[in-house]
Protein backbone atom coordinates (compact mmCIF):
# COMPACT_ATOMS: atom_id res chain seq x y z
CA UNK A 1 0.00 0.00 0.00
CA UNK A 2 1.42 3.37 -0.91
CA UNK A 3 -0.18 6.83 -0.14
CA UNK A 4 0.78 10.17 -0.90
CA UNK A 5 -0.47 13.75 -0.10
CA UNK A 6 -2.99 13.99 2.47
CA UNK A 7 -2.08 9.93 2.49
CA UNK A 8 -4.71 9.32 -0.84
CA UNK A 9 -4.33 5.80 -1.75
CA UNK A 10 -2.01 4.86 -4.79
CA UNK A 11 -2.32 2.26 -6.93
CA UNK A 12 1.28 0.58 -6.23
CA UNK A 13 1.16 -1.30 -9.68
CA UNK A 14 0.95 2.37 -11.20
CA UNK A 15 3.94 3.02 -9.32
CA UNK A 16 5.61 -0.43 -10.15
CA UNK A 17 5.22 0.11 -14.01
CA UNK A 18 5.88 4.12 -13.56
CA UNK A 19 9.47 2.84 -12.36
CA UNK A 20 10.03 0.07 -15.01
CA UNK A 21 9.51 2.79 -17.80
CA UNK A 22 11.78 5.26 -16.36
CA UNK A 23 14.07 2.43 -16.37
CA UNK A 24 13.80 1.23 -19.61
CA UNK A 25 13.88 4.44 -21.25
CA UNK A 26 17.24 5.28 -19.35
CA UNK A 27 19.14 1.61 -20.18
CA UNK A 28 17.83 2.74 -24.04
CA UNK A 29 19.25 6.31 -23.83
CA UNK A 30 22.18 5.08 -22.65
CA UNK A 31 22.63 2.36 -25.10
CA UNK A 32 21.79 -0.72 -22.31
CA UNK A 33 20.15 -2.29 -25.17
CA UNK A 34 19.99 -6.06 -23.06
CA UNK A 35 19.09 -4.63 -20.01
CA UNK A 36 16.30 -2.02 -21.71
CA UNK A 37 14.98 -5.38 -23.32
CA UNK A 38 14.55 -6.75 -19.90
CA UNK A 39 13.07 -4.30 -18.17
CA UNK A 40 10.04 -3.40 -20.93
CA UNK A 41 9.63 -7.49 -20.63
CA UNK A 42 9.22 -7.09 -17.30
CA UNK A 43 6.48 -4.30 -17.75
CA UNK A 44 3.60 -7.27 -17.44
CA UNK A 45 4.89 -7.60 -13.22
CA UNK A 46 4.01 -4.47 -12.36
CA UNK A 47 1.25 -5.96 -10.44
CA UNK A 48 3.41 -8.64 -8.43
CA UNK A 49 6.77 -5.90 -8.19
CA UNK A 50 7.49 -7.65 -5.02
CA UNK A 51 7.98 -11.03 -6.78
CA UNK A 52 9.76 -9.63 -9.48
CA UNK A 53 12.24 -7.98 -7.24
CA UNK A 54 12.14 -11.23 -5.17
CA UNK A 55 13.19 -12.96 -8.45
CA UNK A 56 15.87 -10.69 -9.73
CA UNK A 57 18.58 -12.75 -8.11
CA UNK A 58 17.81 -15.60 -10.33
CA UNK A 59 17.41 -14.27 -13.52
CA UNK A 60 19.93 -14.34 -16.84
CA UNK A 61 21.77 -10.75 -16.15
CA UNK A 62 25.13 -10.06 -16.76
CA UNK A 63 26.86 -9.03 -13.55
CA UNK A 64 27.01 -5.57 -14.74
CA UNK A 65 23.62 -5.22 -16.05
CA UNK A 66 22.30 -6.94 -12.70
CA UNK A 67 24.85 -4.25 -10.64
CA UNK A 68 23.30 -1.84 -12.35
CA UNK A 69 19.54 -2.35 -11.99
CA UNK A 70 20.03 -3.23 -8.29
CA UNK A 71 21.99 0.49 -7.83
CA UNK A 72 19.36 2.42 -9.39
CA UNK A 73 16.67 0.40 -8.15
CA UNK A 74 17.93 0.96 -4.35
CA UNK A 75 18.83 4.58 -5.10
CA UNK A 76 15.35 5.14 -6.89
CA UNK A 77 13.19 3.39 -4.17
CA UNK A 78 15.06 4.92 -1.36
CA UNK A 79 14.57 8.38 -2.94
CA UNK A 80 11.12 7.72 -3.12
CA UNK A 81 10.88 6.33 0.48
CA UNK A 82 12.55 9.50 1.56
CA UNK A 83 10.19 12.09 0.16
CA UNK A 84 7.69 13.83 2.49
CA UNK A 85 4.41 13.02 1.96
CA UNK A 86 4.75 9.77 0.07
CA UNK A 87 4.98 6.35 1.71
CA UNK A 88 4.43 2.94 0.98
CA UNK A 89 3.98 -0.27 3.72
Known amino acids: MCAGGFHIPIDTTAIAQ ?7 NKYRS ?3 VTLADF ?5 GRASDFGD ?3 ALDRVDLAP ?3 ALL ?11 SSTSGFACT
Request: no cysteine.
Open 52 to 54: WLG
Open 39 to 43: VAKSF
Open 18 to 24: DLLIYLE
Open 70 to 80: MQDLRMTLTSM
Open 30 to 32: AGE
Open 64 to 66: RGR
